[in-house]
């Protein structure tokens, strides 16, 4: 199975400060058809996951264009270029091109 | 906009059996692929399995493989994991959610395995 190693597992940051995540895939994450299917999700506290970002960089609709996902081969990066509070939360790298499908181990934004 | 309702969580016996549904609405249901995942208490997620548009193509998680079967009724724009054989490391939220394209996600539904 296709390992995502994120890091750091704990990233506490000072309200209107950047941020950035760390996801390290054990893997090529290359699908046959050259694309790369990787996605960033965030899982606000008691609530169900929402995703952010996918194929490395892709915004989904609704996101503050604050969160920006970058990388390619095996190491990608999601960054917050201001946090807010509503930020807090776990965020998740995940790969949809191998199955069966996995996620990193989640880092927790909390706000200093 | 997508809404996607599952039910059917609980408490089991280890080695019982739960059914949980999904209830999608506002998509077209039956162009997306769908997945269930699973979180257990205070951990991280993991990818449970999936199934094509016309269901005639499902993947399993290895350590669920055998033991649940996810199915889907396009006429009734709902999904479906028939869960047997519970162990107590099943315990958790399942979510269903739509595998490619947007990124829908319920609320979620919780099964506790326990005796």
């Known amino acids: ?112 | 906009e997508a809404q996607l309702v599952e039910s059917g969580g609980g408490l089991v016996q280890p080695g019982g059996s739960l059914r949980l549904s999904c209830e999608v609405s506002g998509i077209t249901f039956e162009n997306y692929w769908m997945s269930w995942v699973r979180q257990a208490p205070g951990k991280g997620l993991e990818w449970v399995a999936n199934i094509r548009e016309d269901g005639r193509e499902i993947n399993y998680v290895d350590s669920v493989r055998g033991r649940f079967t996810v199915s889907r009724d396009n006429t009734k724009n709902s999904l479906y994991l028939q869960m047997n054989s519970l162990r107590a490391d099943d315990t958790a939220m399942y979510y269903c959610a739509t595998t490619f394209g947007p990124g829908y996600w319920g609320q979620g539904t919780l099964v506790s395995v326990s005796s």
Not at chain 1, 20 to 37: A, E, F, K, T
């Open chain 1, 1 to 112: 199975d296709v390992v995502l190693t994120q890091s750091p597992l704990a990233l506490p940051v000072t309200l209107g400060q950047p941020a950035s995540i760390s996801c390290r895939s054990s893997q090529s994450l290359v699908y046959s058809d050259g694309y790369i299917y990787l996605s960033w999700f965030q899982q606000r506290p008691g609530q169900s996951p929402r995703r952010l970002i996918y194929q490395i960089s892709n915004r989904d609709s609704g996101v503050p264009d604050r969160f920006s996902g970058s990388g390619s081969g095996t190491e990608f990066t999601l960054k917050i270029s201001r946090v807010e509070a509503e930020d807090v939360g776990v965020y998740y790298c995940m790969q949809q091109t191998r199955w069966p499908y996995t996620f990193g181990q989640g880092t927790k934004l909390e706000i200093k």
